[in-house]
């Protein structure tokens, strides 16, 4: 079983909806999750980190930790064409040296 | 700010033929990771430096070796590169190693023929 499980997709909404994108993870000592976005042919581009358990917002993106679930969402409201992209989730149990990332999940945003 | 840069971005490689990465960090960061990302496959820890001299291996380092030059540099090299290691190389780099997020480059696509 992988560490942590994303479904790739893809995934294809339209302008002004509201996308929810989501990953498991299967050990309970993560303490720390993140989501990236990465455009085609750049690097992963840090949208949240956050820390334990709850919600983050920033601007039209919330970030969703369930520690009881062990499950983490990201939310995007008033989803853009320029949100097209693949969008990774990571976790870390904050010692040592290990990051998992999910394997991502390819959003189109249709104008 | 350029954060992450890597260079080159694009290089076909002969199989058997050598060559390094190169990566740098202007964030004033302390630690630094070589990550290869494929299809359906993620991004794998090839090796990390947790601190300025330091270098450890991560989950995929065989056929790589790495250096940390200093606190802005880190390299990775390819000895006799094989064609399984035609892939999508990403350095990043952390203001240290365990709980802080990393800020990745915009990679180095390698195709060894």
């Known amino acids: 079983q992988k560490e942590v499980e994303q479904d790739p997709g893809p995934l294809s909404v339209p302008e002004g909806a509201i996308v929810s994108l989501n990953c498991t993870y299967s050990?309970?000592?993560?303490?720390?999750f993140m989501w990236y976005r990465q455009y085609s042919r750049k690097g992963p581009e840090l949208l949240m980190y956050t820390y334990s358990s709850g919600n983050k917002e920033d601007g039209r993106f919330t970030a969703q930790v369930d520690k009881s679930s062990k499950y983490i969402s990201l939310f995007i409201r008033d989803s853009q064409p320029s949100d097209s992209a693949t969008y990774l989730c990571?976790?870390?149990?904050?010692?040592?040296?290990?990051?998992?990332f999910g394997t991502g999940t390819s959003l189109t945003v249709i104008p | 700010n350029a954060g992450v840069t890597q260079t080159p971005k694009f290089q076909v490689l002969k199989t058997g033929q050598s060559m390094t990465l190169q990566c740098a960090q202007d964030m004033n960061h302390n630690s630094m990771y070589w990550y290869r990302q494929d299809p359906g496959m993620g991004l794998r820890l090839i090796y990390y430096?947790?601190?300025?001299?330091?270098?450890d291996k991560g989950e995929v380092p065989n056929g790589y070796n790495v250096s940390r030059l200093n606190k802005r540099e880190f390299s990775l090299r390819l000895e006799s590169a094989a064609p399984s290691q035609t892939s999508v190389y990403f350095c990043?780099?952390?203001?240290?190693?365990?709980?802080?997020?990393?800020?990745f480059g915009d990679g180095t696509r390698l195709s060894i023929l």
């Open positions: 990571a976790t870390s149990r904050g010692t040592g040296n290990q990051f998992y």
């Open positions: 990043a780099s952390s203001v240290s190693i365990g709980n802080q997020p990393q800020h």
């Open positions: 430096s947790a601190s300025e001299g330091t270098t």
């Open positions: 050990n309970s000592a993560f303490q720390y």
